[in-house]
């Protein structure tokens, strides 16, 4: 995987990660809840009367934004280098690191960063280090 330089908008990434601010801030502010990608989803495996509206109305949300990107802006293509069983398995494995870290890069990294939470700066620190680490490992060592 390698960086498009020539079709790198900052401009985009600002107001992108603007948004996400933005959301999450009114999401914590007028419901009091916390963006956490993982435990939104989780949470639709745990009956609990009135606590399933908004966390589907989050989720729908999550799906139909790329098509109604579509109606202002072209997408990116998609271009994926490996296997959908290393998808599968990876995917797994980022599941069990929600599970074992009591959060996702959405709930630690934007929210709890942003609470100034010292678990989720731990939390942030040990999965983007692992991260790093994978990607040195996967691409550079064994190929």
């Known amino acids: 995987m390698t960086i498009d330089w020539t079709h790198f908008t900052p401009g985009l990434a600002l107001a992108g990660g603007m948004v996400i ?7 914590l502010l007028l419901a009091g809840r ?22 589907i109305a989050f989720i729908t949300g999550l799906i139909l ?8 802006n072209k997408l990116p293509p998609i271009q994926i280098d490996t296997s959908y069983a290393v ?3 990876a995917g797994l494995i980022v599941g069990l690191g929600t599970r074992y870290g009591s959060g996702c890069t959405s709930g630690h990294g934007v929210c ?15 999965f983007m280090s692992t991260g790093v680490v ?3 490992l996967i691409r550079h ?3």
């Open 65 to 72: 934004a790329p098509w109604l990107w579509q109606l202002f």
């Open 112 to 126: 709890g960063l942003s609470r100034m939470s010292p678990r989720s700066a731990v939390a942030t620190l040990t």
């Open 21 to 27: 601010g933005i959301a999450t801030a009114l999401l």
């Open 134 to 136: 994978t990607v040195y």
């Open 34 to 55: 916390i963006a956490g990608i993982s435990g939104i989803v989780g949470g639709l495996f745990k009956l609990h009367k009135g606590d399933m509206g908004w966390r």
């Open 141 to 143: 060592l064994l190929g």
């Open 87 to 89: 998808l599968a398995i």
